[in-house]
């Protein structure tokens, strides 16, 4: 990841139309350039007021499955891989507006919202760039599944899966990146989301998961893969993990600096991880490279200005 001093903003409007996981019902996507310093928020257009939510940790509700922002009355879900696409594209701002309670799980990566958002075009904004920076290794969960974050000179992810299934003993169990010389695009942005059969079955029988199909993910039964094409990569069920953990990570509201280390971890234990970082003030920093950064004022004491 190239650190760049400019906060960046979509060039025009795009819109998309796509399918959502759970209702399997149609979904417009709309993405909107944003003003410096407005974050990424999602808004609702389907609801009779105003729903909008700025895409932060302490925002998030639901984390079952994926994860949702509220505003204690209604949730949208499945924002994570969006999410990853604006990190991993380095967006700071941009409005994304919808007409459903989830956002369209295209092809079940990021790949699509890229292709989006490069059609966009990418400006830069006469704002500087904020960064956080971690100082202490936070971590969270316990030896069946944690997260944790360390201090580094960049930003790396790594992802530790543990299946006692058949088709995952003959994968990759863990991916690593690291974003000073990994490209976001090729190497993460096409991972898919995947599942078991067994829990679709379940998951339709809840009237869940409605649009799910081998279309938007890589669907595995006892002992294979069920898509024809196979992976997209060797190591895909990993990548997707890292792809969630990134999309995850960017509701720090800043881009990271550090090294994050998931082991089977998912969207609750990502959210648990967010929410101690911000509650521990010392753990942190935030940095930008200008005199006249606009630091919200939960972290003015923590600004550090590099010029
Ligand atoms: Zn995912």
Redesign the pocket.
Known sequence: MSVNAQQHTLKHCIRATGVGLHTGKQVNLLLRPGTPDSGIVFKRSDLDYKFSVKAHAMNVGNTTMATSLTDGRNELSTI??LMAAFAGLGIDNAEVEVDAAELPIMDGSAAPFVFLIQSAGIVAQNAPKMFLVMREPVRVGNESAYAELQPYDGFTLKYTLDYDHPVFALHDHTAEVDFCTTAFIKEISRAR?FGFLADYEKLKDLNLAQGGSLDNAVVVDDSRILNEEGLRVRDEFAK?KL??ALGDLYLLGFSLLGRFHGYRSGHSINNALLRKVLANPSSFDVICYESDCAVPPAYQRKITTLV
Request: hydrophobic share 15%.
């Open positions: 994570e891989h989301t997707h792809l969630d």
